[in-house]
Structure formats: C-alpha cells, structure tokens
C-alpha cells in the first residue's frame, strides 16, 4: 500500500467537525461561550453551503446542535470532550494503486503535548470513530501529531514545524529522520520542509507549539501563501519575514523554489490576553469555495478574499469572524477536516 494525503483543493466527500463542550478552550464566561457556539456554527453552515457536513457531537448538546446548525448538516452523536477536530480527527489519505481506497491517519493525541489542563480521552478515539463511519481502512502510526501540524501539496511536499513534531512532550525520543520516513509511509511525503517556528502566540499556554497551518499552505504546487504581519510593532513582523527568507531558499518534491504570496494579517495588534495571531492563512478550502477567517476589518478581510480567490481560481471565499475562536486557540482550519472524494 502507498497511502498519499492529496491536496485539500481536491474534491470533497465531505467535512468532518465536533461540536464544542465544556472544557478549558470554551471558556467560563457565558456570554463567551454563546460567541464559540454561534461562530463554530456559522463555519458549519458556511461548509454546507458547499459540501456535505457531518458533526460529532455530545448527546449533551445534541439539542443546541440541531438548534444552531443547517437541518443539512448531519449529527453523529458520540462522546466529545476535546473539539478541534482537525488535530484530533483522522488526516484522510488515498491509494493511487488501489482507485477507490481510503485511509484515515489514526496519529497519537495527547492534547498538544499533554499540557496540565487539556483533555483528550475521547478526542483520542474519534479517528478510528470516523474511519468507520466513512467506510475508510485505519492507517495507525505511533507518532504524536496532529493535522494542524501539516500541509501538503498532493504531490510529495509536506510543510512541518520543528517546534511540534520534533516537540519532546510529544515525541521524546523522534529526530527528524524518523518523522520523515512516518510521514512517507502515512501521507505519501517524500520532501518534508521544516519550518523553524510558528506564530508568537501559538507558544502561550493554549497555543500548539508552532502549527504551521496559521502560518503557510500551499495553494497550488511550487507556490506559498504565507501570514505576513506588516506591522514592526508586533512580534510576528520578524518571524514572517525570517520565514519568507526560508521558504524562499527551499524547494518542493519536485526540486522548484517556491513562489511566495504574502497574506497580509489584519490592522489588530493586541486582544485581552496580549499579542494576536490573527491570521487569514487559517482558511477551509472546499468543493467550489474558500472559508476565509473574518476579524471584523472590512478592508482586511475583502483583501484576504481577493488574494485567496486569486490562489484558488475558480472559487468563491465566504468569510466568517473567527474572532472568538482564535480566542479558544485556533482558526476555522483548525475545527474542521476534509474528506476525498474516492470513486468506490
């Protein structure tokens, strides 16, 4: 078997979420929580406008669910603790050998890095949970890691970040060759570009560790869309400009250097809890559209939709204010993972 994770521009079967539950990322406040549930809404019934959506969801919140979600959008009630699905669900992987096979990646979840206050036992089972409700074969691996710490291209490249899979608390005993040939036998990977860090606030308490996925993706092959804080004031002004530096020098699976396309962060410097990481990188693409993170600046957010649909010919961005759930610690990237289309 030779699994490859294809790009996320390619055809959907459809998207997978959780629904959020009490815990540490929902915060306490009650009126912050009704602001989570409604934005995490909005970006499931934005998805559905597009593609077929499928929710796991607490038998707890079954009720507000089926209240605040698309009547479109299908409810699989089961355990949920942790939600953010992208890093806690299966990564979804094709076998060109075999037309019509699936996989589902089943990575080791340990919250992030097993930090003191995130939960993830029942998290930790969805993987397998949703290979079987998609009828895909489990591709089990021994490596911590999550989707949110990977990007690929299709075709061999796999964008990573030193500060996660190379992270002791998740892999103690890892060096990048043994990433390397994981990520080969997983997702097909046969160039892994190592990332040197993340974003400045993705390392306070409830961030990732550096996941590249609200820092650069690849739109097409040989090309990058990359976060670029243009503001000197904020932390991330030298680290967007370092990472240009690098990703200029490095080439993809097929030996090109890669073609850089700045994506500019909104105005907003500072939230409650100090420096943001708003970031537009941290988008959906789905079957004919783009799911664009809003930060309530019109002017930014129209900039993020004409470069995104300048990236994705043929698409059409929707944006939805992700403002409360950067709070939680993630994007609309993060809450969300696709499905191939397979012909069985």
């Given at each position: 078997?030779?699994?490859?994770m294809?790009?996320?521009?390619?055809p959907?079967?459809?998207?997978?979420?959780?629904?959020p539950?009490?815990?540490?990322?929902?915060?306490?406040?009650p009126?912050?929580q009704?602001?989570?549930?409604?934005?995490?809404?909005?970006v499931?019934?934005?998805?559905?406008?597009f593609?077929p959506?499928?929710?796991?969801?607490?038998?707890?919140k079954?009720?507000?669910?089926?209240?605040?979600?698309?009547?479109?959008i299908?409810?699989?009630?089961t355990?949920?603790?942790e939600?953010?699905f992208r890093?806690?669900?299966?990564t979804?992987?094709?076998?060109?050998?075999?037309?019509?096979a699936?996989?589902?990646v089943?990575?080791?979840f340990?919250?992030w890095?097993?930090?003191?206050?995130?939960?993830?036992?029942?998290?930790?089972?969805?993987?397998?949970f949703?290979?079987?409700?998609?009828?895909?074969?489990?591709?089990?691996?021994?490596?911590?890691?999550?989707?949110?710490?990977?990007?690929?291209?299709g075709?061999?490249?796999?964008?990573?970040?030193?500060t996660?899979?190379?992270?002791?608390?998740?892999?103690r005993?890892?060096?990048?060759?043994?990433?390397?040939a994981?990520?080969?036998?997983?997702?097909?990977?046969?160039?892994?570009?190592?990332?040197?860090?993340?974003?400045?606030?993705?390392?306070?308490?409830?961030?990732?560790?550096?996941?590249v996925?609200?820092?650069?993706?690849?739109?097409?092959?040989?090309?990058?869309?990359?976060h670029?804080?243009q503001?000197?004031?904020?932390?991330?002004?030298?680290?967007s400009?370092?990472?240009?530096?690098?990703?200029?020098?490095?080439?993809?699976?097929?030996?090109?250097?890669?073609?850089i396309?700045?994506?500019p962060?909104?105005?907003?410097?500072?939230?409650?809890?100090g420096?943001v990481d708003?970031?537009?990188?941290?988008?959906l693409?789905?079957?004919g559209?783009?799911?664009?993170?809003?930060?309530?600046?019109?002017?930014?957010?129209?900039?993020?939709?004409?470069?995104?649909?300048?990236?994705?010919p043929?698409?059409?961005?929707?944006?939805?204010?992700?403002?409360?759930?950067?709070?939680?610690?993630g994007?609309?990237?993060?809450?969300?993972?696709?499905?191939?289309?397979?012909?069985?």
């Open positions: 078997m030779a699994w490859r294809p790009h996320e521009g390619d959907h079967e459809r998207t997978w979420m959780a629904f539950n009490e815990g540490p990322t929902l915060g306490d406040d009126a912050e009704e602001r989570f549930y409604a934005a995490w809404s909005a499931a019934n934005g998805v559905a406008g593609e959506v499928t929710m796991l969801v607490d038998p707890s079954a009720d507000r669910a089926r209240r605040m979600l698309d009547s479109a299908d409810i699989v009630e355990p949920v603790d939600f953010w890093d806690h669900g299966p979804f992987v094709v076998d060109d050998d075999r037309p019509g699936l996989g589902a089943d990575w080791v340990n919250g890095g097993a930090p003191a206050w995130a939960t993830w036992e029942q998290a930790a089972q969805h993987a397998r949703t290979a079987d409700l998609a009828d895909a074969e489990v591709v089990s691996s021994l490596l911590v890691n999550e989707g949110g710490g990977i990007h690929v291209d075709e061999g490249t796999v964008l990573v970040t030193e996660v899979q190379l992270d002791p608390r998740r892999n005993f890892a060096d990048r060759a043994r990433v390397e994981e990520l080969h036998r997983t997702i097909g990977a046969t160039k892994v570009v190592w990332l040197p860090r993340g974003l400045t606030r993705d390392y306070d308490e409830f961030g990732t560790n550096g996941h996925d609200i820092v650069a993706t690849i739109p097409t092959p040989g090309r990058i869309l990359l670029a804080q503001n000197p004031e904020h932390p991330d002004f030298e680290v400009r370092d990472l240009r530096a690098f990703l200029s020098a490095e080439t993809d699976a097929a030996g090109r250097t890669f073609e396309i700045d994506l962060a909104p105005e907003t410097l500072r939230d409650t809890e420096f708003y970031s537009y990188v941290n988008h693409v789905v079957n559209g783009i799911i664009a993170c809003g930060f309530g600046e019109d002017r930014a957010d129209a900039r993020a939709r004409d470069i995104l649909e300048a990236a994705y043929g698409r059409r961005a929707v944006t939805v204010d992700a403002r409360q759930i950067f709070a939680g610690g994007g609309i990237h993060c809450i969300t993972q696709q499905q191939p289309a397979v012909i069985r």
